[in-house]
């Protein structure tokens, strides 16, 4: 008797399990215990089912990245999407120099900016010196570290700086690229990063001290009436 699973939810020992008791098929074998750089391989010849298992594994960290840097869901579901299109078109061009998760942030990073030329965003032009900022939001250096109550508080203001502020904040702060890297991701000056970082920062402090006070005046509403 055959028995039919659902490959995305099998682990490979699952998988080897199956395989031997006959209930997967090698395909769904190969597939699932593929590398990432063989199903870019086997994509690129044609391989739906390659280019589908793909999608699976990583469409969830793109649509991630995509909703941090434009706080927009609709926008972060449409390039999600252009992200994949890019994909199926330039996959055959991974040559598996550097982690395919390296490659597709890329990927995806450059389709957002691209997103935020095309609705004419503005990184704000300054000397190629900029501010040395410090970081001044405090408690915000590890944000993984953060309380979740913290963590949402800082999302919820991330999601509220310009988009410029926004780009250079999460990729530097978040992502970790240095202002070099930023800079030519951005098309900018180096100067410029550091300065929209530094006032990015200075935006969040106040946006998170606001909702401070603003959750203990609540409380303390609360607390009165009970």
Known sequence: MTVKVESCKLTTSDLLLGRTFGQVTTPEFERESATDYELTQRSASGDT???????????????????????????????????FIQLHRKVGSFRGESAF???????????????????GVRMEQTTEDGEAPQQIVVGTENPGSMPVVDRIALDKAV????????????????EGHEHEEVARLLGCSVGTSKSQLHKARMKLRQ????????????????????
């Open 101 to 119: 998760t390296t490659w597709l942030h890329r990927l995806t990073v450059n389709q957002v900016l691209m997103h935020f030329r095309r609705r």
């Open 159 to 174: 999601s509220q700086l310009p988009p410029g502020y926004r780009a250079v904040f999460i990729l530097h702060d978040v």
């Open 49 to 83: 089912a390659a280019f589908e298992e793909l999608y699976s594994r990583h469409s969830r960290r793109v649509y991630s990245l995509c909703l941090r840097m434009t706080a927009n869901t609709a926008e972060a579901e449409d390039l999600a999407q252009e992200v």
């Open 207 to 226: 946006l998170l001290t606001t909702g401070k006070k603003s959750r203990r005046r609540r409380i303390a509403t609360r607390a009165s009436t009970t």
